[in-house]
């Protein structure tokens, strides 16, 4: 009975383990994908005036959270800058919703 106990706990802190890396590759994930404004200032090569004008004519895809600090997702700037038009995440949103309908349309 007691190697039984130790097997189940071996397998229980196993599982726990693996959640534990999956967490931790999420939040590398989102720490390499999300970008705050001096990032997205270097990533982009804008200055500071011309992010926020941006920003406030809703050229370019952001998120503002709870502390009022802006975010932008790197993938969102790559969609935006290849794109060679101005994409706000809710025109991202259409953009991709109408591939995906155009896709199960097959």
Do not use: C
């Not at 967490?23 to 994908?33: G, I, M, N, P, T």
């Not at 959270?65 to 800058?81: A, G, M, P, T, V």
């Amino acid at each position: 009975m007691e190697i039984y106990n130790e097997i189940l706990s071996k397998e229980h802190l196993l599982e726990l383990l693996k959640k534990v890396q999956d967490e931790s590759r999420k939040l590398q994930y989102l720490k390499e994908e999300m970008l705050n404004l001096e990032e997205a200032m270097h990533y982009l090569s804008l200055s500071k005036s011309k992010l926020y004008d941006k920003i406030s004519n809703d050229e370019i895809p952001f998120y503002a959270n709870e502390e009022k600090r802006i975010l932008f997702r790197k993938s969102e700037l790559d969609y935006w800058i290849f794109s060679g038009e101005v994409s706000t995440t809710e025109n991202f949103d259409k953009v991709v919703s109408a591939f995906l309908s155009n896709i199960t349309n097959f």
